[in-house]
């Protein structure tokens, strides 16, 4: 399989990435040449073996329910690039 | 000299009340001085701060606290959050970005006596062999610098190696702390999968990374393992289980089983790491070690499933930077381009190709292709790995084919590079514990021997490592002056 600059493009829109049409060439070079890589994978038959997201086989890991000492929130906002009135500010989502 | 007793020995000397914590981090704050910058090893340090560290381990010394590693300096991979200083995983996105809080192993590493020891450059977010990702420049190499010191651990890697630190935390995906060990001519250790805490290490593939370390010696690198080890609540993926606690007395070889397998030397194997890798066998063999030779076929696909698993975990963990919470903004006409902005401005380009590359393979029409075929091929590769491990005591290889490259040696051809993981993507893919030690020189170059454990079998593979170093020839310090 090979991928399009037009798929790059799209992949790069899903993923939240802008990308220079320069960038998106390179990529696209390179994406095509790990997609080489992968043929071997893509062209085998792997029927009834069950594939594994995980090494370790854990069961749904539950803790008892206490409250512990949260982060404070002027620590949470202290990182973030624009925040005011203890909250973090992002451009207008939802128009009146 | 302090800067030349193991990490053990210091620990020993301070608590025996020879030496003082703060005399310790004079000591490599003084080589750090000298040689940091030349190597580029650390992106924080902080010579003020970590003498304030030890006075305070001298007060809890004096206050007649038990400290297993009291007045240890111990320097911290910068993917791994540190509460109050800088954590900016060698990226643009993250410049500034100071942590509310601290990583679970450093918590512990302070809580044993450690002092935190600056932070060390990395390939951006985990993610390179060569150290060359990083946002802030290279890492050089202290055996030759002009060499990469591998990656993406590779400054934590070269700061041990040169003795700018006498221990240090890495992290690894596919071999991040086990082949730029190599490549420096260090032990790294990565554990089994579970058995070291994720909390506060900036997640790369959720399913692979484990936190480990990187030390001079088996000795040292088994004193901090037992220190950062054992379960943490804070981290759902942690094994019921206690720290890694290694017997280290044994010390012999005799009747170790240990497997080898040509698909684990693979066709890109240097001549000369070949030679020095066979001359380790024989070693290991003249002390006792039975050697037997056994096939692993799906190695062939563990690099190309490592490139679609690990890229997939990280299109989704690198998710959270979108220039909101941390780090700075490039602001767009909305919030989604304000998003897209930041990420396509701020990540560099190997990053950009990771996030890509896991979009595709997750996105409709390929998952099928590709994600769900590499997650039935890391069944079988695990399934193999685990047939072998049931009768003998380690899998032993090459870390790396290779012995440290050029700088710009590799970047025209990153899957060249990307082939450079095959001995060590094994081990995470299947959860093993896996060590690198230094086995001899190549061209005046370190070679690394891996040896590969069966899962919560670390204490074991610890042993058989430290009994091999002691069996194998010292390689020495770098000639750095």
């Known amino acids: 399989m090979s991928i399009s600059l037009e798929e790059v493009r799209h992949v790069a829109k899903l993923a939240r990435l802008e990308l220079s049409e320069q960038e998106m060439v390179a990529l696209q070079s390179e994406l095509n040449a790990l997609l080489g890589l992968f043929s071997e994978i893509e062209s085998l038959d792997f029927d009834g073996v069950e594939g594994q997201s995980h090494a370790v086989s854990l069961q749904n890991v539950w803790a008892e329910d206490i409250p512990g000492e949260p982060l404070d929130r002027a620590a949470a906002l202290q990182n973030s690039a624009l925040s005011r009135a203890g909250l973090f500010v992002v451009p207008t989502i939802i128009e009146d | 000299m302090p800067v030349d007793r193991t990490a053990t020995e210091l620990v020993r ?195 692979l990374d484990q936190i480990g370390p990187m030390a001079r010696t088996v000795e040292d690198a088994a004193l901090v393992a037992e220190a950062i080890t054992g379960h943490d609540p804070k981290d759902g993926t942690s094994v019921a289980c206690g720290p890694v606690r290694a017997d280290l007395s044994e010390g012999t070889l005799k009747g170790k089983r240990l497997a080898y397998s040509k698909e684990l030397t693979g066709d890109a194997l240097h001549p000369a790491v070949a030679r020095t890798f066979e001359q380790a066998l024989e070693v290991l063999r003249a002390e006792g070690a039975e050697l037997a030779e056994v096939s692993l076929p799906s190695v062939r696909l563990a690099v190309s499933t490592y490139y679609i698993l690990a890229p997939a975990e990280a299109s989704s963990n690198l998710a959270r930077f979108d220039g909101v919470r941390f780090g700075p903004r490039a602001e767009g006409p909305g919030h989604v381009e304000t998003v897209a902005r930041t990420r396509g401005r701020l990540f560099g380009h190997e990053v950009k190709t990771r996030i890509v590359i896991g979009t595709y393979v997750l996105s409709a029409g390929y998952y099928e292709a590709y994600y769900a075929k590499a997650q039935q091929a890391r069944t079988l590769l695990r399934r193999e790995f685990l047939e072998v491990l049931d009768r003998f005591d380690a899998i032993v290889s090459p870390t790396a084919p290779v012995t440290a490259f050029r700088l710009g040696e590799m970047s025209a051809d990153p899957v060249a590079l990307k082939m450079l993981d095959l001995c060590t993507i094994p081990a995470n893919m299947g959860g093993f514990c896996a060590v690198s030690i230094p086995c001899g020189l190549a061209e005046g170059l370190p070679v690394g021997l891996q040896l590969l454990g069966a899962p919560m079998r670390d204490e074991a593979l610890l042993g058989t490592a430290h009994a091999a170093e002691r069996a194998l020839p010292s390689i020495g310090a770098p000639p750095l002056n």
Do not use: H
Not at chain 2, 71 to 96: F, H, M, Q, Y
Not at chain 2, 121 to 147: C, H, I, K, Q, Y
């Open chain 2, 13 to 207: 000397d301070v608590q025996s009340g020879r030496l003082a914590p703060s005399e310790v981090v004079r000591a490599y704050a003084e080589r750090v001085d000298r040689f940091g910058e030349r190597l580029g090893a650390f992106l924080w340090f902080d010579a003020e701060a970590a003498l304030a560290e030890a006075r305070r381990v001298e007060e809890r010394l004096a206050a007649g606290e038990s400290l297993p590693l009291a007045g240890l300096p111990v320097a911290i991979k910068d993917n791994i959050s540190t509460r109050g200083i800088p954590t900016t995983c060698a990226s643009k996105i993250l410049e500034g970005y100071v942590p509310p809080f601290d990583a679970t192993v450093v918590e512990r590493l302070r809580r044993a006596g450690a002092v935190v020891f600056g932070k060390t450059n990395l390939d951006e977010f985990a993610m390179g062999g060569s150290n060359e990702t990083s946002a802030f420049g290279p890492v050089r190499n202290p055996w030759d610098l002009e060499r990469s010191p591998g990656g993406s651990s590779g400054g934590s890697a070269a700061a041990v190696a040169a003795r700018l630190a006498p221990a240090a935390l890495g992290s690894d995906t596919g071999g991040s702390i086990r082949m730029p060990a190599a490549l420096c001519g260090i032990v790294g250790f990565k554990p089994t999968y579970g058995r070291c805490s994720r909390f506060g290490l900036v997640a790369f593939g959720s399913s």
